[in-house]
């Protein structure tokens, strides 16, 4: 039994040993990889790209020339995945991963979704492997960004806007969610059941995407009998001023006000007094 337990730890303590002395040391690379996630509709957009840094070189129109397809970051041409159908500056795109290339110019550039993702730089990119081209102009920023960065701004239900930036250069990339039809046929298929867990998200949506007023106010009246709170007197504010009804507006903001004072939640004192403040009251 001892030999056998000796045997036993020989074997757990030797694979130790070999683990730890089978990995490699690691050596940072000079232009760090970073991932992006960003949720959109019902879906995500995944990013995936390397960070160069400016190092004092000239970058567009010197390490990277104008006029050439340029893999959009360091190492591996940056891939863009995206779980659901979305359109990108209007052009319709399946869901899908798409290497993200791009010519720099001067006046344009030129943004690429390539079909042949795990590309090693743009080295061996082709062009009959384009899924989509597109043109827009470069911002010239004041400020420098030494390290390449891609980053969501500006984000709704139903809309974004991809900035790549790098140096004193930007551009700009509209995004807009191809899910709207089926958000309204899931808001409708919940709303026939228990409504109190989505009335919230509902009203929302409802209100931010410009959809049937009368429908979000007949749910905020719903909801406030279901489970009274300062919120729904907001929406009611909100979405009367929308309709047109400025007196059912501002009765509705003052009795926001009122519930948020006694509750002493003074963002909603806030945001019902701006609604006052837009009906002009």
């Given at each position: 039994?001892?030999?056998?337990l000796?045997s036993m730890l020989?074997i757990?303590f ?5 683990n730890v002395?089978?990995?490699a040391p ?16 019902l ?8 960070r160069?840094?400016?190092k004092?070189?000239?970058i567009?129109?010197?390490i990277?020339p ?8 360091a ?13 990108i500056?209007g052009?319709k795109?399946p869901?899908?991963?798409?290497s993200?290339?791009?010519?720099p ?12 993702v795990k590309?090693?730089?743009a ?11 597109f043109?827009?102009k470069?911002?010239n920023l004041?400020?420098?960004r030494e390290t ?5 701004a ?8 991809l900035h ?6 930007a551009i700009?990339i ?27 998200n ?10 049937d ?6 749910w905020?009246?719903?909801a406030?009998?279901?489970d009274?709170g300062?919120?729904y007197k ?6 009367r001023?929308?309709m047109?009804?400025?007196p059912?507006a ?15 939640d003074d963002?909603?004192v806030?945001l019902?007094q ?8």
């Amino acid at each position: 039994m001892k030999k056998h337990l000796i045997s036993m730890l020989l074997i757990l303590f030797g694979g130790f040993s070999y683990n730890v002395y089978a990995q490699a040391p690691r050596i940072p690379e000079a232009s760090s990889t970073q991932t992006i996630i960003q949720d959109f509709g019902l879906g995500k957009i995944t990013i995936t790209y390397s960070r160069p840094n400016v190092k004092g070189r000239v970058i567009f129109g010197g390490i990277n020339p104008y006029g050439q397809v340029w893999r959009t970051g360091a190492n591996s041409a940056t891939t863009i995945n995206f779980s659901e159908n979305v359109i990108i500056e209007g052009n319709k795109v399946p869901a899908g991963t798409y290497s993200l290339f791009t010519i720099p110019d001067k006046e344009e550039w030129t943004v690429i979704l390539n079909k042949t993702v795990k590309q090693w730089g743009a080295y061996s990119y082709k062009e009959a492997d384009d899924f989509l081209r597109f043109k827009v102009k470069p911002i010239n920023l004041e400020e420098k960004r030494e390290t390449f960065t891609i980053q969501f701004a500006n984000e709704t239900t139903q809309s974004s806007d991809l900035h790549l930036v790098w140096d004193h250069t930007a551009i700009y990339i509209h995004l807009q969610t191809d899910d709207d039809a089926q958000i309204m046929a899931n808001i409708d298929e919940l709303m026939k059941g228990n409504r109190k867990p989505y009335y919230f998200n509902a009203i929302q949506y409802y209100y931010e995407n410009h959809k049937d007023m009368n429908k979000a106010l007949e749910w905020v009246t719903e909801a406030e009998k279901a489970d009274p709170g300062t919120w729904y007197k907001l929406w009611e504010a909100r979405i009367r001023l929308r309709m047109g009804d400025k007196p059912g507006a501002i009765a509705a903001a003052q009795e926001g006000i009122k519930l948020a004072k006694a509750n002493n939640d003074d963002e909603y004192v806030r945001l019902n007094q701006a609604v006052l403040d837009q009906a002009g009251s």
